[in-house]
């Protein structure tokens, strides 16, 4: 009981209870969701890959990459080679001098290994488009810049997908009942994602009752996948507890 009474004190103010899970700590906002490809690289005498996810998800919604071109959500695991890039898959399916620059001439611009390659382009960016912002992660709020139009991703390349409309708002209950609950909108992830990017494989909606706890997901499995490196991180208790009180 003592246990409980400690716990509700510590959770129901969301910075006190911050300091109750070890979160990761962020980088810069504009190096945020940006990763470093190198399983092959610098074995063969190129310099790591670089790669931000800010710039490319302000252009094209993550169904793009992690649907139709097939890239894991898991850095160095997809199985990337310069051929298959040149031959119109991976990078190469964009980076074509079609759609962006061709791979010819440019390998710097990919090969570089410096992880603030793309930062002097961040702050244009957020001036270009008026981003929404917010405290954390890329410091933009991405939902509401997609609502308002401030940014318009293109969806698809060649295939459009095929996906049901799903708008519903699930609450997903603690086990504990003192844990003001998690919200989870579908449709606030359907504007980025396709249902398979999630189903079943993050989530098997025929085992009903999962919790996920919180430990769970700062190891990086269910919500964690994304909320940790990638979308708004998990710093932000209340986009997730709306209940749960600032101070
Ligand atoms: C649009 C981005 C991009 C450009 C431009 C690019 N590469 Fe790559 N390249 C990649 C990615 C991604 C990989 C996979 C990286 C890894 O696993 O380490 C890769 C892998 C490689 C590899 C690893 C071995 C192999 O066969 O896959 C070599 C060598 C390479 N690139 C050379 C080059 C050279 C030379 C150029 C310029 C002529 C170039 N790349 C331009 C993205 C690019
Ligand atoms: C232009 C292509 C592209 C877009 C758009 C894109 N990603 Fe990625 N993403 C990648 C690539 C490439 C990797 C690295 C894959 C690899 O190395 O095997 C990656 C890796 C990831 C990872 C793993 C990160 C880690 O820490 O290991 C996550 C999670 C992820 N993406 C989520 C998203 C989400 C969510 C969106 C949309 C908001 C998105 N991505 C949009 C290309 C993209
Ligand atoms: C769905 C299309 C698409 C895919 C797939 C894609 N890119 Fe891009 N990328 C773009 C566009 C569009 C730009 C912006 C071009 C510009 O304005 O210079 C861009 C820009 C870049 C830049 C320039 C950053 C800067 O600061 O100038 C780098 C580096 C880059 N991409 C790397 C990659 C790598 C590496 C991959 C594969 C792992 C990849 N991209 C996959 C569309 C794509
Ligand atoms: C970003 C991840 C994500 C995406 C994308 C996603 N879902 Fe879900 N979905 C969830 C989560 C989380 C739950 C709750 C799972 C649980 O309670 O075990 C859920 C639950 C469900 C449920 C059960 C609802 C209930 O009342 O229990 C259905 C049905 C469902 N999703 C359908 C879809 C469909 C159809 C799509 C595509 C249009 C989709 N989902 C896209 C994460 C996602
Ligand atoms: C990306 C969404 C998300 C964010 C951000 C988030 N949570 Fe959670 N949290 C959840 C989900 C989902 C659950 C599990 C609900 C269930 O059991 O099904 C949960 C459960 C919890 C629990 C219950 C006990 C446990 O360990 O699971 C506590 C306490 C909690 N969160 C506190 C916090 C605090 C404090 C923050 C901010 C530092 C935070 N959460 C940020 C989604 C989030
Ligand atoms: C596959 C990736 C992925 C997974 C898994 C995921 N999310 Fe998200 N989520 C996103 C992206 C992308 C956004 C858009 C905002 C951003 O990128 O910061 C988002 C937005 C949200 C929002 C904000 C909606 C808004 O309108 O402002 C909430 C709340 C949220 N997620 C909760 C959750 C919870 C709770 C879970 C786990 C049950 C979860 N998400 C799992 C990718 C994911």
């Not at 400690?6 to 899970?21: E, I, R």
């Not at 759609?99 to 603030?116: L, M, Q, T, W």
């Not at 139009?149 to 603690?174: C, H, N, R, V």
Request: aromatic share 8%; net charge positive; hydrophobic share 35%.
């Amino acid at each position: 009981m003592t246990r409980l009474l400690l716990l509700a004190v510590l959770v129901l103010t969301a910075s006190q209870a911050g300091a109750n899970f070890a979160l990761p700590p962020l980088p810069p906002r504009e190096e945020f969701g940006t990763i470093v490809i190198d399983r092959l690289s610098s074995q063969n005498g190129q310099k790591p890959v670089v790669f931000s996810h800010w710039l490319h998800r302000s252009r094209f919604t993550c169904r793009v990459c992690h649907g139709e071109l097939e890239f894991l959500m898991k850095t160095n695991a997809t199985e990337i080679t310069e051929r298959a890039n040149r031959t119109g898959k991976y990078c190469g399916a964009c980076h074509n001098g079609k759609i962006a620059f061709r791979h010819n001439g440019n390998c710097e611009k990919c090969h570089n290994g410096d992880i603030g390659y793309s930062a002097r382009r961040f702050e244009e960016f957020l001036l270009q488009k008026a981003m929404p912002m917010t405290a954390t992660g890329n410091g933009v709020d991405w939902s509401e810049g997609l609502r308002s139009g401030a940014i318009k991703p293109q969806t698809y390349l060649k295939k459009k997908s095929q996906d049901m409309k799903f708008d519903k708002e699930l609450l997903l209950e603690a086990e504990m009942t003192i844990i003001p609950p998690a919200v989870f909108p579908h449709k606030a992830h359907t504007a980025w994602l396709d249902c398979d990017n999630c189903h079943p494989d993050l989530f098997n909606i025929k085992k009903k009752g999962t919790h996920f706890t919180m430990p769970e997901i700062l190891k990086g499995n269910y919500c964690g996948v994304c909320h940790i490196s990638i979308a708004f991180p998990m710093d932000e208790c209340r986009r997730c507890h709306p209940d749960m009180r600032d101070q």
